[in-house]
């Protein structure tokens, strides 16, 4: 097997031979050998070889997986759009140019930096029943990011390389809608067509996130509704993708999907977590004690965590949708009860019956209800680096409401998981450690709802 191809050094010959099922390709160039993985022998002519190799010679390709997560668990003909999507988002990482762009999107178009906020009558509220121990407890404000959520972060980033690499139509799938409004309005500012599928049917997302509807449809985005949940509007996404693999970006909002989504997602949202620590050494000169996160996809709590990784002392704390409890079949709890599976392209922690068959997940925050996972939070809860817990609808209600009424912010219900799960850490942590909450969304889409389920409205 040997081929000549045009590489950003010329021409050259590129040798192959077969290693655990991967093709490894020889380039020479003068004394000089660089070994690369490719993809497959069939397609290794139409890669775009001169985005392989960068100015120093390294390949440009990001890790695959996260130990056994993760991957490219797909039919061979989507193998080379996804590798050269993998090429696309490593050569705008490492260009100067489309990082200043980003940097500058992010700042006067998102609204970043978010501030640090001090909840001082949430850390009064705890510290009032526990003897007045308890832990000074902040917020990672996303929630007044542009849109709302911290979905804009990747939103903006994704569309601007779906622009940079040539593409004209967006297609997105969105579960509580935040993604699918981020999209919306980064293609309405990028010119880009914007197609967005949301589940619907028997009180799906779309009757149940409307007013996201409507801010799609007013950004000229189009709305299409599948028939079930978010997972379900994520597969019909991807077989619009499919048949449309020239022409359309597919732009997926969560850490999920085959390689390189779950990497490229959570980085464009590791902008969280290098803020916060910047924020907490300015607040307090160290670092925060405790990081919380919701958890559906893991988008956001990566976004937070990352950065604090190789921090053995800062615990790392993600929070699932236990619905209506654990032991009943109405929750989304794929850390708690879910097994390793693999489902939308990529192996991660899945919730699924004996058979394997995916089970519905649950919850009364639509954003949460995926049953799969991110596969890198997969690894880290195996490799014991973040734990994991889970709380109940009930439970995120009543977080939801408390926040309004104590800091006289909205959380979203997403975020309400995040913030419920304070009554099982407080009491556990000494007086004055520093917990960061990441309020990941605006509560305003939930409002009506949340006044529905509310006794008395009162
Ligand atoms: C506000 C908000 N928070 C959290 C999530 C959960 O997603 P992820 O776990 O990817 O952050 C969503 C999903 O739609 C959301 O809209």
Same mark, same amino acid.
């Given at each position: ?47 775009? #070889? ?190 619009? #993708? ?41 607040? #307090? ?174």
């Amino acid at each position: 097997m040997a081929f000549n191809v045009e590489t950003n050094f010329g021409q050259g010959k590129v040798f192959g031979r077969k290693l655990h099922n991967f093709p490894i390709f020889r380039y020479k160039k003068g004394a000089n050998v660089i070994f690369c993985v490719a993809i497959g022998p069939t397609q290794v002519p139409q890669l775009p #070889w001169k985005l392989i190799f960068n100015e120093k010679e390294r390949p440009l390709l990001s890790n695959e997986k996260f130990g056994i997560y993760g991957g490219k668990f797909v039919p061979e003909t989507l193998i080379s759009s996804l590798t050269k999507l993998d090429y696309e988002f490593y050569s705008a990482l490492h260009d100067p140019q489309f990082q200043m762009e980003l940097e500058v999107a992010l700042r006067d178009y998102v609204g970043r930096e978010t501030p640090l906020h001090f909840a001082q009558r949430l850390t009064d509220y705890y510290k009032s029943i526990n003897k007045g121990i308890g832990p000074d407890i902040y917020l990672k404000r996303e929630d007044l990011n542009h849109g709302g959520a911290h979905k804009i972060n990747n939103a903006i980033a994704q569309a601007m390389l779906a622009k940079r690499i040539g593409f004209k139509n967006v297609v997105v799938s969105t579960g509580a809608g935040q993604h699918g409004v981020a999209t919306a309005a980064a293609c309405a500012k990028l010119s880009l067509e914007c197609t967005i599928f949301m589940g619907s049917l028997d009180m799906g997302d779309m009757e149940r996130q409307p007013s996201n509807v409507l801010l799609m449809k007013n950004l000229g985005a189009k709305v299409k509704s599948v028939k079930g949940s978010f997972k379900d509007a994520m597969s019909e996404g991807i077989r619009y #993708w499919v048949n449309n693999l020239d022409k359309t970006y597919f732009l997926v909002g969560a850490t999920i999907g085959s390689h390189p989504c779950p990497t490229m997602i959570r980085e464009f949202q590791t902008i969280i977590g290098k803020e916060t620590r910047k924020q907490a050494m300015e607040k #307090w000169g160290g670092k925060p004690h405790v990081l919380v996160a919701c958890v559906g996809s893991g988008s956001n709590a990566l976004g937070l965590f990352h950065e604090f990784i190789q921090d053995d002392h800062v615990r790392l704390i993600g929070v699932e949708a236990s619905g209506t409890g654990l032991d009943s079949d109405q929750h989304s709890a794929a850390m708690a009860r879910g097994q390793v599976g693999v489902y939308h392209g990529a192996m991660s922690y899945l919730l699924q019956d004996e058979e394997g068959q995916v089970i519905v997940p649950y919850s009364i925050s639509v954003g949460l209800e995926y049953p799969g996972v991110s596969p890198e939070l997969s690894f880290l809860k195996d490799k014991g680096r973040i734990e994991f817990s889970t709380v109940t609808d009930e439970e995120a209600l009543e977080a939801y409401k408390r926040l309004c009424r104590l800091e006289g912010i909205i959380p979203s219900l997403e975020a309400s998981h995040a913030i419920a799960f304070l009554d099982k850490l407080c009491y556990t942590l000494k007086d004055g450690e520093k917990v960061i909450i990441n309020l990941s969304g605006h509560g305003e889409k939930d409002a009506a709802f949340v006044f529905n389920h509310t006794p008395n409205h009162e």
